[in-house]
């Protein structure tokens, strides 16, 4: 008997195809703007994971024509200097998105920081009154990775209405918005969590599973419902027992593969996404604050 695979959400493709659409839009948009649209990244410290983060946000940025006005900080900066910083860009004409790049050095108040961020400036969507935007269904910024996942499936048109979603794991990056998002879709959702009983029970009940609780390999086949659709959002790096690292997700691809319909790769699923809706966000606040 041979052994079906799951298909490719591929969001490296999909991220480039997006990267195309606004390049376009943005070549259009500006002469009757007169200016790019423009993005500020906040980094604080040397922390090296946050350093690559940044670089591919500032070259996605120049690939599709948006002005990047990356601030980098020593580790010693006070929290009042970074929220004048923040004030300075929210009246800052040039700029349409201002992001935080996270983790923060322990002594600052990354909430604190992201509350001085103006909501229709906030890129990645985690601001209260963006967030209360998605829980009312109005229009606003969304959060970018829990965006980039509805806009993947949408992509592949896995349709959402009526069909049972799980999703693992609660952070308000990722699992709380895109539990609201999936509601959103009319799918019937269930959120489940490091104090779940009987996880692989209710993951097995998923034709939709999301996985984003940062556990590596977490998800085994025998808790795929048979043709499931598995949105692997965990990016944790691995080190063998010889010394070498590679990076894997929250589910264990290899097995999961042979039983769901369509899975995310990792990298080139999720990841790609976050980025162009972070991009997407820009040109979104952008042409509202133009048209205004």
Do not use: W
């Not at 900080?73 to 790049?101: C, H, K, M, W, Y």
């Not at 349709?159 to 609660?170: P, Y």
């Not at 799918?187 to 556990?215: E, F, M, P, Y």
């Amino acid at each position: 008997m041979e052994t079906k695979t799951a298909k490719i959400l591929d969001g490296k493709a999909l991220a480039s195809k997006i990267y195309q659409e606004l390049s376009h839009r943005i070549s259009e948009l500006q002469p009757k703007i007169g200016r790019p649209p423009g993005l500020a990244v906040i980094m604080v410290g040397d922390n090296p994971a946050s350093a690559v983060y940044v670089r591919n946000k500032e070259k996605a940025c120049a690939k599709v024509g948006i002005a990047s006005f990356g601030k980098h900080f020593p580790t010693q900066t006070t929290q009042t200097e970074l929220e004048a910083v923040i004030q300075s860009l929210n009246e800052d004409e040039r700029v349409d998105g201002i992001l935080v790049q996270l983790p923060l050095p322990n002594h600052l108040d990354s909430v604190g920081l992201l509350h001085q961020i103006h909501p229709n400036k906030d890129a990645d969507g985690l601001h209260p009154v963006n967030l209360g935007r998605l829980v009312r269904g109005e229009m606003g910024l969304r959060s970018c990775t829990p965006g980039g996942v509805m806009r993947l499936l949408q992509e592949y048109e896995i349709s959402l209405r009526g069909k049972q979603a799980v999703v693992v794991g609660r952070s308000i990056l990722v699992g709380k918005p895109l539990a609201l998002m999936l509601l959103e879709a009319d799918a019937t959702v269930t959120v489940a969590h490091s104090q779940t009983k009987n996880l692989a029970a209710i993951a097995h009940d998923a034709d939709i599973l999301i996985a984003a609780v940062g556990r590596p390999e977490l998800i085994t086949a025998q808790m795929i419902k048979p043709g499931a659709v598995v949105v692997d959002v965990g990016i944790n790096r691995i080190t063998d027992s010889s010394g070498n690292s590679r990076l894997v997700g929250d589910v264990h691809f290899d097995s999961v593969s042979t039983v769901a319909s369509y899975i995310t790769p990792v990298p080139g699923g999720v990841g790609p996404m976050t980025v162009a809706m972070l991009l997407q966000n820009t040109v979104t606040s952008y042409v509202q604050r133009t048209s205004n």
